[in-house]
């Protein structure tokens, strides 16, 4: 693999390193807000904050996409981690609500301007490459939950050892990742006159993209499970580390009671399951369609969703019992894993017929992102507050089964994704 390549996917797991351990150390700090003078946080306000984030990615992703075809994916990635830095430099100076929002705003920014540039970039360095595309997509998804994985883990045992000057060593990190962007990725070349048509200014072109594009035949099915994931990336920590007295804590075994570090456990166990099944299902693009894995990975999600449900209900059960489920549901996570870097992979087809504007196809990878991010964040915080962890479980199975859904559509015109079969899209 390319050596700017291998920097790119580098400064990706860095970068998402960073965005997911001020993720975690923010739930954290919000459920011990009032020891730092603060006021007391419910559900609603931890799903708004964590809404906030990927608003600010939903909105400036397409600008920032527009940007890197126009000046380079190079220039503009290296913006995302001087965003991110400042972001959590004020997360550690206050405890105000409001405030604490507009961080969240800034972070989101960092990801917007980061992302979008990353992928066109790498959609452009596996341009007719299938076998590499099917390895870089699954190694960018690898790479991104890598990152974010292992944020959430360490921000348990930081956050016990540091409380919230962990947000001021974070941003070190950030700069860590500009390092790697600035020194350690090349601006790939032009590519021929076929492949670089005339250009015409950009946010009209991306408009016309928006309205002609394959790509929305993709977009419901993948906003939906991204909502689903969205459900468990801050709501699960909130719940599980609350010190609150809940109602549900009397019949739900997953309710509260655990410290940050017994978090990180569990979630370095999942987040290893998780990775494996992201090498396996990336390894399988030349075996399987796109939306075959996407099916797999959702009746995946499925499974794990009614194993944890077992697990949640299993206090006073031999110990078998949880966990014999505990394991079901790791399979699940396993099936799961393979939807996302399959539908990445259909987006990366899709760039193919616009080989100047990948940054703006592939910045639709954050749109989707975001809009399922944001609606499961909103989604979770009203769940986790009418039912706690079981709450979570069933929103997640409904937004599984809109998924579902339209996938049968997708598969019916899957065959006009082939980057074969898609005309190279001139503009006067």
Do not use: K
Request: proline share 6%.
């Amino acid at each position: 693999m390319h050596r700017s390549l291998v920097a790119v996917l580098l400064g990706t797991f860095t970068l998402r390193f960073s965005t997911g351990l001020t993720g975690a150390l923010l739930i954290y700090y919000l459920a011990q807000l009032p020891r730092h003078g603060g006021a007391p946080v419910d559900p609603t306000v931890v799903g708004l904050l964590a809404a906030m984030f990927f608003v600010a990615e939903l909105v400036l992703s397409p600008p920032f996409g527009v940007v890197s075809d126009r000046l380079g994916q190079r220039p503009v990635m290296q913006l995302g981690p001087g965003f991110g830095a400042v972001a959590v430099i004020l997360t550690g100076l206050t405890t105000s609500i409001p405030l604490l929002g507009l961080t969240r705003l800034l972070e989101g920014g960092s990801s917007a301007a980061s992302v979008p540039s990353i992928l066109g970039y790498i959609a452009r360095a596996t341009a007719g490459n299938e076998p590499l595309r099917g390895r870089a997509v699954a190694r960018f998804e690898l790479a991104t939950l890598a990152g974010l994985g292992s944020g959430l883990v360490a921000a348990g045992p930081l956050y016990e050892l540091l409380g919230r000057t962990a947000f001021f060593l974070n941003a070190l990190v950030y700069g860590g990742s500009w390092l790697i962007y600035r020194f350690g990725v090349e601006e790939l070349p032009a590519g021929s006159p076929q492949l670089d048509p005339p250009r015409r200014p950009g946010l009209r072109q991306y408009g016309a993209l928006l309205t002609s594009s394959h790509v929305w035949l993709l977009a419901p099915t993948w906003i939906a499970v991204n909502a689903a994931i969205g459900l468990w990336t801050s709501q699960s920590l909130f719940q599980l580390v609350r010190s609150a007295e809940s109602p549900f804590s009397r019949n739900q075994l997953l309710m509260g009671g655990f410290t940050p570090t017994q978090v990180s456990v569990g979630l370095a166990i999942g987040l290893a399951v998780f990775f494996a099944g992201l090498i396996y299902w990336g390894g399988r693009f030349r075996t399987l369609r796109r939306t075959t894995i996407i099916l797999y990975g959702i009746l995946g999600g499925a499974a794990a969703i009614a194993c944890t449900f077992v697990v949640n209900h299993s206090g006073g059960q031999p110990l078998a019992v949880p966990v014999a489920f505990t394991i079901g549901a790791g399979v699940g996570l396993f099936v799961l894993a393979g939807a996302t870097p399959a539908a990445l992979g259909l987006l990366a087809d899709v760039s193919e017929a616009h080989p100047l504007d990948r940054g703006a196809i592939m910045g639709l990878y954050s749109v989707f992102l975001a809009l399922g991010q944001v609606a499961g964040s909103l989604i979770g915080g009203e769940s986790a507050r009418w039912q706690g962890i079981d709450g979570l479980l069933v929103a997640t199975v409904v937004l599984l089964a809109i998924a579902l859904i339209p996938l049968w559509r997708l598969r019916a015109f899957e065959h006009r994704l082939d980057p074969r079969a898609l005309p190279i899209q001139s503009r006067p």
